[in-house]
């Protein structure tokens, strides 16, 4: 999803992925398999990249 918004990974250190926005935003994101991301770490991502919660693009 962050990808498709403009957001590129810059580096992965163990399970956790940092994508940067040409724009100055980033955040980090951990992949850790069989385990969801918590809302609340979810809510920090997308204050991270400039967006509300309810902005972000649900699965399709």
Sequence with gaps: MLEK???LQ???RGS???YRH???RG???PFHV???ISPIL???I???IGLRVQEFPGPK
């Design 42 to 44: 979810l809510r920090n």
């Design 46 to 48: 997308a204050l991270d």
């Design 10 to 12: 810059v580096r992965q």
């Design 5 to 7: 918004l403009g957001f």
């Design 34 to 36: 069989g385990q969801d």
């Design 16 to 18: 956790h992925c940092q």
């Design 27 to 29: 955040t980090t994101v």
């Design 22 to 24: 040409p724009g100055v």
